[in-house]
C-alpha cells in the first residue's frame, strides 16, 4: 500500500469500525488494496483436485493475487506548493526518519499547542522514526502576538534555543495568550534566564526588523498559497486530510502503517508447499501453544500464503489485536492496528463442505470478497453467518483450552485499549 493511500485507508476504516462497533457479527477487516477487478476465481473443480502440480500451484497463485501498485512518484513538471524540508527548516528527529511531519503553526493558536503536546509525546515513543519540522504561519489578522512571538523564537534560534523557545511558548500558553503586546514582551525578558538565554543579546535580536518580517513574510506566502488555518500538516509531504481526526490514536496508527511497508513485499507469494503433504501450524502465544491443521487441498492459495509468511517471520511477535468473548481471536496484523496488511491481496476460497459450525476454525478476515493478506481470525464458538464469506484454511487439532485464554481486546473502544497478548511465532510442520 503507498502511502499517498494510507490515510485514505485509516479514515475509512476508522469509520467502518464505528459504524459497527455494536454489530459482534464480522470480524474487523484490514484495510487491503482493492483486487483485481477480474480476479481469478477457482472453480470447486479445480480445489478438488487431490493433488495440484507446482505449476498450476503457481498458475493459480497469479491469477488468485493481486501484488500492490508501485510507489507514485512525481512528474517532471510537478511542481509542489510546499517546498522539500531543508536546513533552513526548524527540525527535530534524524533527517533520515521513516516518517516526516511538517506543521504550519501560530504559536498564539490554541490548536496548535495541543498538537505540539502530540507530536511530544508521539517523538518519545518514536525517537528515531519520526522527524518533525516546524514553520511559521502566524495569522497577525487574528491573534496580536502573532508576530511577537516569531520574533522570539528567531531571536532564541539565533543563540540555539529555538526549540526551547517553541517548548515554552506552548507548554506556557495559558500563562501568555491572554497578555497585551506590551505585557507579553515583559513576561518574555523574565523568561530569558529560565531559558538560559543570554538577555541583553536576547532583547537587541528581537528588536532587529529582519525578524519581524520573516513572520510577515511567511505569513503572505501562505496565505497566497490558500492554507487554510492552523495547524496545517503534511505528512510525507500529503496534506492530511481535513475529516480525519487529529489525535495521537490516528497519528500512530499512520506511524505504524507507514513502518510496515518496508516489510511489505512487492509481490504475491512463490509456490512454497507441496500438496502431495499434509501441514500443520504451531501457534506459540503467550499462554501456550496452539496447532492447527492446514486444509492445503481445499485451500491451497490461502495455506501457501500463510506457510510463506510464516516462514518469513511475519507473524513473529505481533499481537493478537481483536479477541471478542465466546467469538474471534483475530492476528496477523505487525502494526498492531488491525489496519496492516502483507501489500498484496488474493481471493476467497470458500468450500461448500467447509462452514463456520463449530469453535476452532481459523479463516481468513478480509475488507470484502477477494481482499485477502495476512490477518486471520479463529473461532471460540460456532459462527454460521460467517459462511461463505470468508476462506476457512484450517482448524485446531490441539489447544483450544489455550486459545480461550488470550486476553479480550476490542479495538472498537476510544481510545483503544492496551496492545493484547502476543502471538510469539508460527511454526510450519510438514507430514
Not at 527535530?92 to 504550519?104: E, I, P
Amino acid at each position: 500500500m503507498n502511502r499517498r493511500n494510507i490515510l485514505s485507508f485509516v479514515w475509512v476504516t476508522v469509520l467502518f469500525i464505528f459504524a459497527c462497533q455494536n454489530d459482534a457479527k464480522t470480524p474487523t477487516p484490514p484495510p487491503l488494496l482493492p483486487p483485481n477487478p477480474t480476479p481469478f476465481v477457482p472453480t470447486m473443480s479445480s480445489l478438488q483436485q487431490p493433488i495440484l502440480s507446482k505449476t498450476d500451484l503457481t498458475r493459480l497463485i497469479a491469477a488468485g493475487c493481486t501484488a500492490k501498485s508501485p510507489r507514485p512518484t512525481p512528474g517532471p513538471t510537478e511542481v509542489s506548493l510546499f517546498p522539500p524540508v531543508s536546513d533552513s527548516d526548524y527540525q527535530r528527529g534524524s533527517s533520515d526518519a521513516r516518517v516526516t511531519f511538517v506543521v504550519y503553526c501560530d504559536f498564539q493558536a490554541q490548536p496548535c499547542a495541543q498538537f505540539a503536546a502530540l507530536m511530544e509525546q508521539i517523538m518519545l515513543e518514536f525517537p528515531d522514526e519520526v522527524r518533525w519540522v516546524y514553520r511559521y504561519f502566524p495569522l497577525v489578522e487574528m491573534h496580536d502576538k502573532a508576530i511577537l512571538t516569531v520574533q522570539a523564537a528567531e531571536a532564541a534560534a539565533r543563540q540555539g534555543k529555538f526549540w526551547q523557545m517553541h517548548d515554552w511558548f506552548y507548554r506556557n500558553y495559558s500563562e501568555w495568550s491572554g497578555l497585551s503586546p506590551e505585557q507579553f514582551e515583559n513576561w518574555l525578558w523574565e523568561q530569558a534566564d529560565a531559558l538560559q538565554l543570554d538577555p541583553i543579546a536576547f532583547q537587541k535580536d528581537f528588536d532587529d526588523p529582519a525578524l519581524a518580517e520573516k513572520g510577515y513574510a511567511a505569513w503572505r506566502h501562505n496565505q497566497n498559497i490558500g492554507l487554510p488555518g492552523v495547524p496545517f500538516i503534511l505528512l510525507d509531504g500529503q496534506i492530511w486530510p481535513s475529516n480525519l481526526p487529529l489525535n495521537y490514536y490516528t497519528v500512530r496508527n499512520y506511524i505504524l502503517l507507514d513502518l510496515l511497508e518496508e516489510r511489505q513485499f512487492e509481490s504475491c507469494p512463490p509456490p512454497v508447499i507441496d500438496l502431495s503433504k499434509k501441514y500443520l501450524a504451531r501457534l506459540e502465544t503467550e499462554k501456550g501453544n496452539v496447532v492447527v491443521e492446514l486444509f492445503a487441498e481445499k485451500a491451497p492459495i490461502t495455506v501457501n500464503n500463510f506457510v510463506f509468511l510464516a516462514r518469513q517471520g511475519w507473524y513473529d511477535g505481533i499481537t493478537f489485536h481483536r479477541v471478542l468473548e465466546n467469538y474471534i481471536v483475530q492476528s496477523g496484523d505487525p502494526s498492531g492496528t488491525g489496519y496492516g496488511g502483507p501489500g498484496y491481496a488474493f481471493v476467497n476460497e470458500t468450500s461448500p463442505d467447509l462452514s463456520f459450525d463449530q469453535a476452532g476454525m481459523i479463516a481468513m478476515a478480509n475488507a470484502g470478497k477477494d481482499t485477502n493478506g495476512s490477518q486471520f481470525f479463529l473461532t471460540l464458538a460456532p459462527a454460521p453467518h460467517l459462511n461463505g464469506a470468508y476462506t476457512i484454511f484450517g482448524q485446531v487439532i490441539q489447544g483450544m483450552e489455550v486459545l480461550k485464554q488470550i486476553s479480550l481486546r476490542d479495538p472498537s473502544q476510544f481510545p483503544p485499549p492496551p496492545p493484547g497478548d502476543k502471538l510469539l511465532s508460527v511454526t510450519i510442520l510438514e507430514e
